[in-house]
C-alpha cells in the first residue's frame, strides 16, 4: 500500500495489458504497470510496478478499470 504526500491511500485506477503480440505463457510473465490515484487528494501517479516491484517506471498506456 502507497500514500500519497497529503496523507491519502493511492488505489490503483488502471492496469496495462500485457500487448497482443506476446504468446499466452509471455503474457503470465509480463510485468505491466498501472496507474493510482490517491482517494484524499486525487493525485494521479502513472506507470508504477504492479505485478513485479521494479523500479523502472516507464510510460506505458493502460487500460482503464
Known sequence: MFICDCGGVMVVVAIEEPPDHLS??????????????????????YSQAY???????????????
Open 24 to 45: 499466452e505463457k509471455k503474457k503470465l510473465v509480463y510485468n505491466r504497470v498501472c496507474d493510482v490515484e490517491s482517494q484524499k487528494c486525487g493525485k494521479v501517479v
Open 51 to 65: 505485478d513485479d516491484g521494479s523500479t523502472i517506471n516507464e510510460v506505458k498506456n493502460s487500460k482503464p478499470l
